[in-house]
């Protein structure tokens, strides 16, 4: 079983609120990633990490931002939130000396903005 | 075009049933095939991955993949009703900086009725 972490796992919030949705691993891994997925619908990657201080965009354009300054951290953060962002979030690790890059997902984090 | 096509379903079958799911692809870079399985508000949880064409087999579940035809198939026998969940598809091909992307499907939905 993977030991990656979200929280919270469930955010009800208001339009213009900052959010940030946590996210750790405790297994070392170098790469991170930010995934959006609505209800029914294929993942999106928004945002990785292939390790400390460097951040990618992903295929998925997103208002978001994240950062990694540890390892085993990678926040996401939402500096205004939308109705349109209304998502559930997950965040992945994986270890490139494997040669897979295999990805393990957390719980995820259910947003919901009125 | 997608690059990658899964049949949303959903799927119902009778417990003990053998489970074909399948998707196709159409980007001859991939070469990490996986899948992954998604109970309700979980995050994605990897089952299988296999590296080029070829069978891969762990317990009830077999995953295939014919890089000729650009298809791969997950087979679960002697189905359970504990395996009804989301199954996902996802390939990997490469982001800069040696971290790889996975692409998804959108997802079978698989009900195993006891």
């Known amino acids: 079983e993977a030991d990656i972490y979200q929280t919270p796992r469930y955010l009800v919030i208001g339009t213009g609120k900052k959010i940030t949705l946590e996210c750790s691993q405790t297994?070392?891994?170098?790469?991170m990633y930010w995934y959006q997925q609505d209800p029914g619908m294929e993942l999106h990657l928004i945002h990785y990490?292939?390790?400390?201080?460097?951040?990618e965009k992903g295929d998925l354009s997103s208002e978001s931002t994240v950062s990694r300054i540890r390892t085993e951290h990678f926040p996401l953060t939402l500096e205004s939130a939308r109705p349109s962002h209304t998502s559930q979030y997950l965040c992945?690790?994986?270890?490139?000396?494997?040669?897979?890059?295999?990805?393990?997902f957390g719980p995820g984090t259910r947003l919901t903005v009125l | 075009q997608k690059e990658v096509e899964q049949d949303p379903g959903p799927l119902s079958v009778p417990e003990g049933a053998i489970v074909s799911l399948n998707c196709t692809y159409s980007n001859s870079a991939f070469q990490y095939f996986m899948w992954y399985r998604q109970y309700s508000r979980k995050g994605p949880e990897l089952l299988m991955y296999?590296?080029?064409?070829g069978n891969k087999e762990d317990g009830r579940f077999t995953a295939q993949v014919d890089k000729s035809s650009k298809y791969i198939s997950l087979f679960i026998r002697d189905s359970q009703p504990s395996d009804s969940a989301t199954y996902l598809c996802a390939m990997s091909g490469f982001l800069s900086g040696s971290a790889r992307q996975l692409t998804f499907g959108s997802g079978t939905q698989l009900t195993v009725l006891p």
């Open positions: 297994m070392g891994h170098d790469k």
């Open positions: 992945a690790s994986s270890d490139s000396s494997g040669g897979s890059d295999t990805q393990y």
């Open positions: 296999t590296y080029s064409s």
């Open positions: 990490s292939y390790g400390v201080n460097s951040t």
